[in-house]
């Protein structure tokens, strides 16, 4: 809490735990965001009981579209379109899963999510390189949530690029390689220790990421955060 002229201003945390896979639990002060919860079975990993007013879909692959394990939800975002959910500000941007427009997996969603003057970009399955017409609609992002495992997903040198062209504050690795996931279905992904050596960023590993707007100062050096999962 910072005291400016005999009024107090609290500083508003925002609170992101890793559920795996590419799901996130993304705490605000109005309401809490889960980004593509997932099928156990499917991917191999347990996933825990959670509770969240939103939910994000990237797609409707089992991997990414299990909102039936979350409780609590009013509202489900599931493709492109601009959102606005108990003071949160959600854009949805069709992109690919894969790099022939869709042929081969169907489309894929990218959400930027803004909340407590923070702006989160969750890339969900995308399956190629951003273009400059797509980074400069989506804008400035605080926080960038990137596919690196390959296969499925952009790889960890597109992911390199692709972190290299929005130019976030903090990076978080997402869908790749961990050991129990279902081999049948991942075991073409890459873990994420190639995508941290491709990028070559200072990296922090974390329980959870907690982080206010005032955490950020102008042209810091982009981090990669890694976070445990839950």
Do not use: W
């Not at 991917?43 to 994000?56: F, S």
């Not at 899963?97 to 003057?117: C, F, L, P, S, W």
């Amino acid at each position: 809490m910072i005291r400016i002229s005999g009024f107090a201003r609290v500083q508003i945390l925002m609170d992101i735990t890793y559920l795996g896979h590419s799901s996130f639990k993304i705490k605000t002060k109005t309401a809490t965001i889960i980004t593509d919860p997932f099928d156990s079975q499917m991917v191999g990993l347990g996933y825990p009981g959670i509770e969240g007013e939103i939910v994000t879909v990237s797609h409707k692959h089992a991997d990414h579209s299990a909102s039936g394990k979350v409780s609590g939800v009013k509202k489900i975002v599931e493709g492109p379109g601009e959102y606005e959910i108990s003071s949160i500000s959600i854009i949805g941007y069709q992109s690919f899963h894969d790099g022939k427009k869709g042929e081969e997996r169907g489309k894929n969603t990218i959400y930027v999510i803004e909340a407590e003057g923070l702006r989160i970009a969750h890339l969900g399955d995308l399956g190629h390189p951003i273009s400059d017409d797509l980074a400069s609609e989506m804008g400035s992002i605080d926080i960038l949530m990137v596919p690196v495992g390959g296969f499925y997903t952009i790889g960890p040198r597109e992911a390199t690029e692709v972190c290299s062209k929005i130019d976030p504050y903090f990076i978080i690795p997402m869908h790749y390689k961990v050991p129990g996931m279902n081999e049948k279905e991942f075991a073409g992904l890459e873990p994420k220790e190639t995508f941290l050596k491709e990028v070559g960023l200072t990296v922090e590993i974390l329980p959870k990421l907690l982080v206010k707007k005032e955490d950020i100062i102008d042209n810091q050096s982009t981090k990669v955060i890694v976070l445990e999962k839950k």
